[in-house]
């Protein structure tokens, strides 16, 4: 079946700029992250959501970052008056929570790139 | 804090066995991952271990934990190139968020 998939698969903004990237999670899969990873550095964790409600939002860095995943299916990740610092890929996955899966897959990511 | 920790780099001969180191942080995490990364390529879940176990094998992979020292490892058995990535550990926090380590870059030469 098909995997996590994000688009754009690239982004090029100016400093100052509104983006929304995009997550189609696999199918059935309750559960849906967000992470950003930048050069060098592990994926950060920002948001998890469980269903439509954001579970765990203590990972976004600050209020130009929000998220929201209206039908419990696809998300799209918002950030206002970018700046060149949140230049990074941006990763999404999901899970199907309970029944004791816990492996979160990811899809290829949002390269984010803020000039 | 919230640092999981990885040596940056491993370089290994084609057809040996490699090892990668992980100390986390968290002696409550209840699910410890091995992701694979490769160039311009999102994350591949590996493997797993529950944190009740010591030692999982899946084919070439083998992961030990030790809990008391916080300490997980991954064993590549008969190394290939195709195995040259970037491997992240990672410690599932009890909102099932993620921490992931720096990664180690895995080379292989022939």
């Known amino acids: 079946g098909a995997g996590v998939s994000q688009t754009p698969s690239n982004k090029v903004t100016e400093k100052g700029k509104y983006v929304e990237l995009r997550c189609d999670p696999i199918?059935?899969?309750?559960?849906l992250y967000w992470y950003r990873q930048s050069l060098g550095q592990g994926p950060e964790f920002l948001i998890y959501?469980?269903?439509?409600?954001?579970?765990?939002d203590s990972g976004l860095p600050n209020d130009r970052f929000f998220a929201v995943r209206p039908e419990g299916s696809v998300s799209t990740l918002k950030i206002q008056r970018t700046e060149r610092g949140d230049s990074a890929v941006y990763l999404c996955?999901?899970?199907?929570?309970?029944?004791?899966?816990?492996?979160?897959?990811f899809g290829p990511g949002t390269r984010l790139t803020v000039t | 804090g919230e640092d999981v920790e990885q040596s940056l780099f491993l370089s290994v001969r084609e057809g040996d066995s490699s090892v990668i180191n992980c100390t986390y942080t968290?002696?409550?995490?209840?699910?410890l991952y091995w992701y694979k990364q490769e160039p311009g390529a999102g994350l591949q879940l590996l493997t797993y271990?529950?944190?009740?176990?010591d030692m999982k094998q899946d084919q070439r992979l083998t992961v030990l934990l030790n809990k008391k020292d916080k300490h997980l490892s991954l064993r590549i058995a008969d190394t290939q190139t195709g195995d040259s990535a970037i491997y992240f550990c990672?410690?599932?926090?009890?909102?099932?968020?993620?921490?992931f380590g720096t990664g180690t870059r895995l080379q292989v030469f022939p």
């Open positions: 959501f469980q269903g439509t409600g954001a579970a765990d």
């Open positions: 996955a999901s899970s199907l929570m309970g029944q004791g899966n816990h492996e979160q897959y």
């Open positions: 199918s059935g899969h309750t559960a």
């Open positions: 271990i529950f944190s009740n176990m």
């Open positions: 968290d002696s409550s995490s209840t699910y």
């Open positions: 990672a410690e599932e926090k009890n909102t099932d968020k993620l921490i």
